[in-house]
Each structure stands twice: as structure tokens, then as C-alpha cells.
């Protein structure tokens, strides 16, 4: 759609300012107020109609465009703790000791999907494009949170399609799925003593934490070895000589397929409550949230992958690559070289001098799982949904670092950001003028999607603190 190439062109400086205006203002899960605010002004400003979220404040869905097709573009904001990071420069040096920083490129995921939204508009206002056009405001992706509660709350209910991307250091679909997960909290509660002058009478909450953490490790060897189960302990007690009367260990459970997760849930919970009774105290489990692992769509990442190729990767300034390099210098050799061997396995490579991937990678990675998990995957399991990711950083470079911090604020993100926002846009145009489509991701969608059933149905809002 020419529209829509105009409208990117023409508002690019404007998408760039917006994107460096929510880099500067960094801001934590379902904290992001400023971020979302500045997103919504700009949908509003383009006749998007805005609805908020219950219990979500930063949470918001804006829509354009009348009847079907519903094509829903999903974008984040969200910022990291402890990765606040001055812009421009190849060191590591926070502007603000212990602040927030965009570590995972969430000011352009959250820019380019509004700007592809609004850009969809602007094509069905000239070009008599029919349909609806919604952006997903999605705070607190890190956390695991936003998708999920807009999911419990049926705000994906009449939608046929959803369409994403995630900035990263290559161009291509993101075809592999991610970990269902489960976060939970258990807190034991014992009695206090005088640790010399009267254990007895002590009933320690931290041995019941350190009995739970052995029991988890001995339930290591027989989950799925794909499976992960990682803790922290969030309480310890106060003193060595108070027998702590209160404790609490912080767990995540992550598996390929949501019912394995709840089936190691189930069984560590048995572990808590093992745990419990060995020590004398009781127990309380929280769950904080849990999230399904992604289905990526074919039919629609096949259309994603066309765009890709047809619109082409963006090149790269030589000051865009100075800067890539010196970043990527900071990085260990052997990461740098293993994301090179994939990358050659693609038949791709860097261009000369260069550490900015300039070309789209063939689709491939159906059927295998990353080791992360992210909340798109409960859109994915209610709707149709693919995602790509772009070249927004240097190769090599970690997910949730400085170094990201620093691309994602610079000209070499705002390049991949852009070429996300064309891309998407140009694809809900396309599903838009052909139903025909819709009804092939939907087929697929049917045929391998598992009934939803929302892994937080039991909790009464989003986590608070
Ligand atoms: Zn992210």
C-alpha cells in the first residue's frame, strides 16, 4: 500500500522523537505510564478510539476502522530494572545508579507496532481498506503480565489476527516457540525463639524454605529435561539467633507445553507442602502469574517473511556500524562467533566491516523452542499470531544488557524499528484485502492450538509489587 509508505516516510522523525522519549523515560512493568500515555496520544491524535483496562492503568487497546477482519498489532514498553545507561557510547555507564534502561528494546516494540497501526489507518482512510485496525497497549512483557490479563479479561475475543515483532540482532520470522511458564511465591510461617536458649520451642520457616529448595532439586531429575525450575529466597528471616518465624522462596517453573508446567507446579507444590510439615510450620502458595508457550502461525509468518523479503533489510550508515562495532567489542568473542556460525548456517554473513546484519534470513525454527518465555503466547494460543524480529542491535549482543540499552536508543534502532513498522503494516493491509488468508491461519490455528485456559483465571488481578 502507497499509503502506507507514505505515511512511514513522512513521519519518521516524529516516530524516532517517540521513540527516544520513551527510551528516556524508562519505566517498569504496569508502571509505564509516561510510555503508554505517549503512545496513546499519538493513536488518539490519528482517530484511534481508546479503552482502558480494569486493574491495568497502563494497559489500553486502541481501535480504528469498522467491522472485520479484526487485526490486532501487539506492542510493549515496559523497561528493565538496573540497566539505566547513558546514550551513544560503547561503556557501560548508568545515568541513573540502580534506575530502569530499555535492555530489551521495548521503545521501539511498542513505537513500531502503533506507528504500523496507524500507518494501516491512514491506508484505509485513502485507500478504502477494509476492517479494523487495533493497537494492544501490553505493559509489564517482562513480568509476564499484560497479555495474560488482557487475555483473562476476553479483550482477544473477536479478533481474527495478531501480529508482533521484537527488536533483536537478525531479520527474520520469529518461528520458535517459548516456554510456557509459572511464577510463584511460597511462604512458610513458623515460630520464633531464642535460636541458643530455646530452639525447641523454634519452628524455623527458613528450614522449611531449604528443605523445599532440596526437594525441588531432587524433582530436577525426573521433569521433562527440557524443563527449568530456578528460585531466589525473597525472605530468610532477620537474625541468626532468632529461629525465623517467617520465610519465602520465589520459583519459576518453565516447560515447552503449558501442561507440563502445571503438572511440575503441582508436584513442587507437593514438595511445599513436604516441606511444611517437616519443618512444623505452615505454608501459603501465591501465584504470581503464569503464561503459555507460543504457537507461531505459518500461514501468517510465511505472509510476514514475503514482506520482509519484498520491502528488503535496511542498510546501515557507516556511523550506525562504527557504533555497532565498538559495541559488539565489549562482548565476549565466543558469543559473537556462535551467532556468526548461525547466521552462516542461513547462508548469511556480515557485510564487510560491518556488525549489523543487512539481509533477511530464510524461515526456519518451526517446531523448536527458545529458552525464554514471553506473553504473547497467550495471544497465540487464543488467536492466530506471528511475530518477526529485526536488526535493532549488533550481533552478538546479549538480550537485557547495556549494549542493548544503547542500540535500542540509537539511529541503528530507530533503522530496525522503522522496517518492523512497514512490514507489519504492509501485512495487515494484506490480510486485510484477502479473507482468503485469514481463513488459512485460521484453519491452521485450529487444527494445533489447545483450548485456552487463562493460567492467572484464579487470581483476582495483576500482581502489585
Ligand atoms: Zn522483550
Known amino acids: 500500500m502507497a499509503s502506507v509508505e507514505a505515511y512511514l516516510e513522512t513521519h519518521r522523525r516524529m516516530l524516532t522523537d517517540l521513540s527516544d522519549r520513551i527510551w528516556s523515560t524508562p519505566e517498569t512493568g504496569l508502571l509505564e505510564k509516561e510510555s503508554s500515555q505517549a503512545l496513546r496520544d499519538l493513536l488518539a491524535s490519528e482517530g484511534f478510539a481508546l479503552q482502558g483496562v480494569e ?9 480504528f476502522g469498522h467491522g472485520s477482519p479484526v487485526i490486532a498489532l501487539l506492542g510493549e514498553y515496559d523497561a528493565l530494572p538496573g540497566l539505566s545507561q547513558a546514550p551513544g557510547i560503547a561503556e557501560a555507564r548508568p545515568l541513573i545508579e540502580g534506575g530502569a534502561g ?7 516494540l511498542g513505537t513500531a507496532a502503533a506507528a504500523a497501526a496507524v500507518a494501516v489507518a491512514q491506508a484505509m482512510r485513502e485507500g478504502g481498506l477494509r476492517g479494523t485496525v487495533r493497537f494492544y497497549g501490553c505493559p509489564a512483557e517482562e ?15 473477536d479478533v481474527d489476527c495478531a501480529l508482533t515483532w521484537h527488536p533483536g540482532t537478525t531479520n527474520s520470522v520469529w518461528a520458535t516457540s517459548t516456554q510456557a511458564m509459572n511464577s510463584l511465591r511460597v511462604r512458610f510461617r513458623g515460630t520464633a525463639a531464642h535460636a541458643a536458649a530455646n530452639p525447641e520451642d523454634g519452628r524455623s520457616a527458613l528450614d522449611a524454605v531449604e528443605l523445599m529448595d532440596v526437594g525441588a532439586n531432587f524433582l530436577r531429575e525426573h521433569v521433562p529435561s527440557n524443563a527449568r525450575i530456578h528460585y531466589v529466597i525473597t525472605d530468610g528471616g532477620d537474625a541468626p539467633n532468632v529461629v525465623p518465624a517467617h520465610a519465602e522462596v520465589w520459583y519459576y517453573v518453565r516447560a515447552p507445553r503449558r501442561v507440563e508446567v502445571e503438572a511440575i507446579s503441582r508436584r513442587l507444590l507437593d514438595v511445599a507442602q513436604g516441606a511444611a510439615l517437616m519443618a512444623g510450620v505452615t505454608h501459603e502458595v501465591k501465584l504470581v502469574t503464569g503464561c503459555y508457550d507460543t504457537l507461531p502461525n505459518r500461514t501468517l509468518g510465511d505472509l510476514l517473511q514475503q514482506q520482509m523479503e519484498t520491502l528488503g533489510a535496511p542498510k546501515y550508515s557507516g556511523a550506525e556500524h562504527d557504533l555497532a ?4 567489542a565489549t562482548v565476549p568473542a565466543d558469543a559473537v562467533e556462535r551467532e556468526l556460525r548461525r547466521l552462516r548456517r542461513h547462508g548469511l554473513s556480515l557485510p564487510p566491516e560491518g556488525s549489523l546484519v543487512e539481509a533477511v534470513a530464510p524461515s526456519s525454527g518451526y517446531g523448536e523452542w527458545d529458552s525464554g518465555s514471553t506473553d504473547v503466547g497467550d495471544v497465540s494460543h487464543l488467536v492466530p499470531t506471528a511475530q518477526i524480529t ?15 540499552v544503547v542500540a535500542a536508543g540509537s539511529a541503528i534502532g530507530h533503522r530496525g524499528m522503522l522496517y518492523a513498522a512497514h512490514v507489519l503494516a504492509q501485512a495487515t493491509c494484506t490480510l486485510c484485502e484477502h479473507p482468503d488468508l ?9 487444527q494445533e492450538a489447545e483450548p485456552y485456559i487463562s493460567p492467572v483465571r484464579d487470581l483476582p488481578g495483576p500482581p502489585r509489587g
Open 143 to 157: 513480568t509476564l503480565v499484560g497479555k495474560v490479563f488482557m487475555a483473562k479479561a476476553g479483550l482477544f475475543d
Open 102 to 108: 530499555h535492555g530489551c528494546g521495548h521503545n521501539l
Open 55 to 63: 486493574s491495568m492503568p497502563t494497559a489500553f487497546v486502541a481501535s
Open 390 to 404: 529485526t536488526v535493532t542491535a549488533p550481533l552478538g549482543t546479549p538480550g537485557h544488557s547495556w549494549q542493548n
Open 438 to 446: 485469514i481463513e488459512k491461519a485460521k484453519e491452521e490455528f485450529r
Open 325 to 328: 562495532r565498538a559495541l559488539q
